[in-house]
């Protein structure tokens, strides 16, 4: 199975700070990588999908980057509803496999 | 509007299974793959399997390959996830999620159910 590494595994930032998660692969994924939003108690959100393509809807200060085994999510100006845990997911192959999260607090 | 329905939280004991349902609406029930998905708590979500709507074998992460069977009724919309020979640590929320591209499993997990929490305990 293709391990999903995620980090940093929380964070706290201020309203307005740009913020940056990562995830590596530890194979070559291509660009299919998904990002997530989950906030308590409810099923996660897509919000990224084939690495960069914002789901519609999504706000637009939420990015992604990368291909390979290397990718970045951001969120450009952080908002006190962006307070979620974020997953990233592989699907690339068979079984997918998400990463460990990254719970964003407010500073 | 696409909607996940699933059936209520289960208190199991360990060895027993557990059948859940997932009754879906809003969109052609056929043309989209199914997904099980679940998340124990405080961990990263886990794939179970997938379903065709369409018929044909399911397919299971392999670590569950010999306890979960999941089935669908296509007259109701809705797909169902039994698991047997559970063990404390499949307590969990257990989510069904519909795939996000039509005709081909993607494994984008796009609309989700609202969860069901399994709980296995002596």
């Known amino acids: 199975d293709i391990q999903m590494t995620q980090s940093p595994s929380s964070l706290s930032a201020s309203v307005g700070d740009r913020v940056t998660i990562t995830c590596q692969a530890s194979?070559?994924?291509?660009?299919?990588l998904i990002w997530y939003q989950q906030k308590p108690g409810k099923a996660p959100k897509l919000l990224i999908y084939?690495?960069?393509t914002l789901e519609a809807g999504v706000p637009s200060h939420f990015s992604g980057s990368g291909s390979g085994t290397k990718f970045t999510f951001t969120i450009s100006s952080l908002q006190a509803e962006d307070i979620a845990t974020y997953y990233c997911?592989?699907?690339?192959?068979?079984?997918?496999?998400f990463g460990g999260g990254t719970k964003v607090e407010i500073k | 509007q696409v909607n996940l329905v699933q059936s209520g939280a289960e208190l199991r004991k360990p060895g027993a299974s557990v059948k859940i349902s997932c009754k879906t609406s809003?969109?052609?029930?056929?043309?989209?793959?199914m997904h099980w998905v679940r998340q124990a708590p405080g961990q990263g979500p886990e794939w179970i399997g997938i379903?065709?709507?369409?018929?044909?074998?399911?397919s299971f992460a392999q670590r569950f390959q010999d306890r979960v069977t999941m089935t669908r009724d296509t007259s109701t919309a809705t797909v169902y996830m039994e698991m047997s020979s559970l063990r404390s640590d499949d307590t969990a929320v257990y989510y069904c999620?519909?795939?996000?591209?039509?005709?081909?499993?993607?494994?984008?997990?796009?609309?989700w159910g609202q969860g069901t929490l399994v709980t296995v305990s002596s």
């Open positions: 999620a519909r795939d996000r591209l039509a005709g081909i499993p993607a494994e984008n997990f796009h609309h």
């Open positions: 997911q592989q699907y690339d192959s068979v079984p997918p496999t």
């Open positions: 809003g969109f052609a029930f056929s043309n989209f793959y």
């Open positions: 194979l070559d994924i291509g660009n299919s």
């Open positions: 084939d690495a960069s």
């Open positions: 379903i065709n709507p369409n018929g044909g074998s399911p």
